[in-house]
Nanobody
Framework: VQLQASGGGLVQAGDSLRLSCAAS????????MGWFRQAPGKEREFVAG????????YYADSVKGRVTISRDNAKNTVYLQMYSLKPEDTAVYYC?????????????????WGQGTLVTVSS
């Protein structure tokens, strides 16, 4: 599976932004998909995850209520809709695919990673 993240940019606090992650490969629809982020000087952290069917979603406490993860298996794409963005949301956002679905929140369980897209939130 190859992943291509897009949709990042410079926004103001309170704005919304939608990230997309386009996947190639026939196994996408069977993968758990996740979004992670890495802020400057910090370790990469889990943001959100979605089951292969889209029926289950998982969120980090820091973003719960402000982001929605979804997927369209017909388009081989996973989305991260972000609302009420804060300066502390500034980070490079990565999408990732977990073919075994063993640990949605654990980045070590993910087999494939996109290149990242930068989100900058100004105050």
């Amino acid at each position: 599976v190859q992943l291509q993240a897009s949709g990042g940019g410079l926004v103001q606090a309170g704005d919304s932004l939608r990230l997309s992650c386009a996947a190639s490969g026939r196994t996408f629809s069977s993968c758990v998909m996740g979004w992670f982020r890495q802020a400057p000087g910090k370790e990469r952290e889990f943001v959100a995850g979605v089951s292969w069917s889209g029926g289950r979603t998982y969120y980090a406490d820091s973003v719960k209520g402000r982001v929605t993860i979804s997927r369209d298996n017909a388009k081989n794409t996973v989305y991260l809709q972000m609302y009420s963005l804060k300066p502390e949301d500034t980070a490079v956002y990565y999408c990732a695919a977990d073919r075994d679905g063993l640990g949605v929140r654990d980045e070590r369980e993910y087999n494939y990673w996109g290149q990242g897209t930068l989100v900058t939130v100004s105050s």
